[in-house]
């Protein structure tokens, strides 16, 4: 009778030792999507009143039929935020942004998106 037993608990056991899993392994490492640039996200999608809310009033301020162009000049830059509706009867956003020096030379946007917004906390 235990010779019986016997024979039925080998492979059983066998059975549960294939069941285990294997040590050692490690999960494939979390992989994040980069972050949005940095000082765009201030601006980009934003009303108007966003933005004088961030820069205070424009230096320019152009309207051409729904289209609307914000200009806001500091010592390091000039910044022209473009601003379009979204659809039709909706306030218009910032759908694209232009950065350069006061001279006209490319100005890296999301750093001058900082600087004007420095130059109205300092008020």
Do not use: W
Not at 44 to 61: E, I, N, S, T, W
Not at 92 to 109: I, S
């Amino acid at each position: 009778m235990k010779r019986r037993y016997s024979v039925l608990i080998l492979p059983l056991l066998a059975l549960a030792g294939a069941c285990t899993t294997a040590g050692g392994e490690h999960p494939a490492p979390i992989v994040n999507a980069p972050p949005p640039a940095m000082g765009l996200d201030r601006v980009l999608g934003k009303d108007a009143r966003a933005l004088h809310m961030l820069f205070g009033v424009p230096d320019l301020d152009v309207r051409e039929a729904q289209a609307r162009k914000l200009q806001y000049t500091g010592p390091v830059c000039v910044l022209d935020a473009y601003l379009y509706p979204p659809a039709a009867g909706q306030e218009p956003v910032v759908r694209y942004l232009d950065a350069r020096t006061p001279t006209g030379e490319d100005f890296d946007r999301a750093s001058c998106i900082a600087a004007l917004s420095r130059r109205v906390e300092a008020r």
